[in-house]
């Protein structure tokens, strides 16, 4: 699926549903969230531990606009991950 077609898609499926089905497969987010961890050094942000393998939203309020706002993403190890949504 293109970007925009998964775009467009948010407009009518749930919110949850979307994000962690669609969005999370997107080519910009797999782009940006490689991006990020390469720019962490795969360092977890709140562990420290190397070897992060999730970028987490502090605001979903930014979706597809993460590259203007790289500092509301973070590098996460899945524990820590975990917790965060916990
Ligand atoms: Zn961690
Ligand atoms: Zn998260």
């Known amino acids: 699926m293109t970007d925009f077609i998964i775009f467009l898609r948010s407009f009518w499926m749930s919110r949850r549903a979307w ?8 080519n910009h987010w797999r782009k940006f969230a490689s991006w990020k961890k ?3 050094g795969y360092e977890c942000h709140d562990c ?8 987490h939203h502090l605001s979903y309020d ?6 203007f706002f790289p500092w509301l993403t973070v590098c996460l190890c899945r524990k820590c ?5 916990a």
């Open 19 to 26: 994000y962690r089905g669609e969005y999370l497969r997107s």
């Open 48 to 55: 420290h531990a190397v070897g992060a393998v999730d970028v």
């Open 62 to 67: 930014i979706l597809w606009f993460e590259w």
């Open 81 to 85: 991950h975990e917790k965060r949504h």
């Open 38 to 40: 390469g720019q962490s």
